[in-house]
């Protein structure tokens, strides 16, 4: 059974700050990984998409890379910023068509 | 816009009550799903359909019945409502390949509350 873990479960950094977010997954048999964004009471933004055959991933200032053999992606933010503050999560997609979701990476970007 | 909508954003009903939430997307997407998000902010999958067929059906009381009534449309009706059903139930939807999903897209989110 896939299970998807997230560290730090919080993080706090000051402004321009190039900061890590971890994700790793028990069951390395994944098609995709992806990235979502959630603000306080809004949807998923989906940020990055990584295939299985993929190493990483770039768009603007985030870089998510994927380490299928060993389970582990991570999501670099460069230079932060307050808007960024927002709920990161991990979500794999496997042969069924269901994303597994991470338990979430809430981060605080103090101006 | 294109987009994934669902209605209503907020649904605030007494136990044992019947509600509806209704999910429509644009983007010419084959898949749809609800997931259910809990008060700790953990995601679950609950259903998905593939140009109108159920392929997905978590453990899910069987109060939950999702109805496609065409690719573009999947909605979610809950019988006699509950306590716990409280939570926010978000409609996605993507593209099927066969080498797993593309595009994955969700709506903003419909905040059920119980009372």
């Known amino acids: 059974k896939q299970e998807v873990t997230q560290i730090p479960a919080a993080l706090s950094v000051p402004e321009g700050e190039n900061l890590v977010l971890n994700c790793s997954f028990t069951d390395s048999a994944i098609y995709n990984l992806q990235w979502f964004r959630q603000d306080p009471g809004k949807g998923l933004t989906s940020l990055l998409l990584?295939?299985?055959?993929?190493r990483e991933q770039t768009s603007g200032r985030l870089n998510a890379s994927l380490d299928k053999s060993s389970g582990r992606s991570t999501l670099y933010i460069a230079a932060s910023q307050p808007g960024d503050s927002a709920t990161y999560l991990c979500a794999v997609g496997g042969a069924t068509n269901k994303l597994i979701f991470g338990t979430g990476t809430l981060l605080a970007v103090q101006p | 816009d294109t987009a994934v909508s669902q209605t209503p954003k907020y649904l605030v009903t007494q136990m044992g009550n019947d509600k509806s939430i209704k999910c429509e997307q644009n983007?010419?997407?084959?898949?749809m799903y609800w997931y259910k998000q809990d008060s700790k902010k953990f995601l679950k999958i609950m259903f998905s359909?593939?140009?109108?067929?159920?392929?997905i059906n978590e453990t899910v009381p069987n109060r939950f019945s999702p109805k496609s009534p065409d690719k573009a449309h999947l909605n979610l009706h809950i019988n006699s409502l509950e306590l716990g059903d409280s939570a926010v139930y978000f409609c996605?939807?993507?593209?099927?390949?066969?080498?797993?999903?593309?595009?994955?897209?969700f709506g903003s989110g419909t905040r059920l509350t119980v009372v």
């Open positions: 990584i295939q299985s055959s993929q």
């Open positions: 996605a939807s993507s593209h099927l390949t066969g080498q797993g999903n593309y595009g994955y897209t």
């Open positions: 359909y593939n140009n109108k067929e159920l392929i």
């Open positions: 983007l010419g997407h084959d898949t």
